[in-house]
């Protein structure tokens, strides 16, 4: 039997203040308190938007190590404009963007084909999953300096050895062809960084939609490229994005395998900042050619963040 709460009201009062309380199944708007971002926004822009604005500062002068006893003088844009009319300067940006180009579509595919190859339960599945990831951990110099030394080496590494084993003379990669080198370091280094986004995002396929393609005797070709490659397309997206930015900041791994050489034949654009920075001496055009780096980099990084939000849409 239903009991039925009386409402005992006081003397004058209404009914109305029973009324205008909130009913218990209606859920409450929350309000996030913006104040607790503060102090993370000031540690984040204290940490990487304070250097940047001294860079910009330092671009907009000329200033020499070299000569101490010439003054640090206001130069505009003569420093940006110094490498705008340089040809040396459109050979460094048309290595940087190939080398990251062909890297980065290196990393998609293989990462990509790879993620497939670990998307299967099988035996010891978890192991290789987790030595596919070893290079991704292993610093840039530690690696350039274990390839350079003990596999490209032509009298000591193993590709030497091997050529000797074979009686064929060994041909120095790292002289003659520096840029295949970096962009097979480059590829060896974020491959797993791809594939640990791409594994993420093939796991996050329904079962039953791949269970669906195979009772609808959809093949290995047509499931692979036109269901699970669309159904990932944001994952591709956000590694390339990434990726962009890791590969094309990479300094170590060039700085102690081919030195930026032979002559200026592997430089890219971070390296040619260090070039201007410690053999030229010229503060200045370092930080015009950083800050160049820095707006390439932040319009390639939009447009990708463009597609993702168009593709989400």
């Known amino acids: ?23 218990r199944n209606r859920p409450l708007r929350e309000h996030t308190d913006y104040r607790y971002l503060i102090p993370g926004i000031v540690f984040v822009a204290i940490m990487t938007q304070v250097p940047f604005a001294i860079t910009i500062i330092y671009s907009c002068v000329k200033w020499n190590l070299s000569r101490p006893d010439i003054a640090v003088t206001f130069a505009g844009f003569a420093n940006f404009w110094f490498f705008l009319k340089s040809p040396e300067f459109w050979e460094v940006l048309w ?16 990462g990509f084909l790879m993620a497939l190859l670990l998307d299967n339960e099988v035996p010891f599945i978890n192991v290789a999953r987790t030595l ?3 290079p991704f951990f292993v610093m840039s110099t ?12 032509t009298t000591f590494g193993w590709y030497g050895v091997l050529a000797q084993k074979l009686h064929f003379t060994p041909v120095d990669w790292i002289s003659y062809h520096p840029v295949g080198v970096i962009i097979l370091l480059f590829v060896w280094q974020w491959m797993p960084f791809f594939v640990l986004i791409l594994l993420a995002g093939l796991q996050g396929i329904s079962r039953d939609l791949i269970d669906c393609m195979h009772l609808d005797g959809v093949n290995w070709l047509q499931g692979t490229f036109l269901i699970k490659l669309p159904l990932i397309s944001n994952q591709v997206r956000v590694a390339i994005m990434l990726g962009l930015v890791f ?17 200026k034949s592997s430089y890219t654009l971070p390296f040619y900042v260090y070039y201007q ?9 370092a930080g ?5 780096t820095v707006a390439l980099t932040l319009i390639l990084i939009r447009m990708l963040y463009s597609q993702i939000q168009k593709r989400s849409v």
Request: with cysteine.
């Open 142 to 153: 530690a690696s350039g300096v274990i390839w350079k030394t003990t596999i490209f080496n």
């Open 95 to 110: 290595q940087t963007v190939l080398i990251t180009g062909v890297s980065l579509g290196l990393c998609t595919i293989i």
């Open 247 to 263: 590969i094309i900041k990479e300094f170590g791994l060039i700085l102690v395998t081919t030195n930026g050489g032979p002559g």
């Open 288 to 292: 015009a050619l950083a800050v160049m």
């Open 1 to 23: 039997m239903e009991k039925q709460h009386a409402v005992l009201l006081k003397p004058g009062e209404s009914t109305s203040k029973k009324s205008a309380m909130p009913p």
């Open 277 to 285: 920075t410690v053999y030229a001496n010229q503060i200045g055009r």
């Open 132 to 134: 596919i990831l070893g």
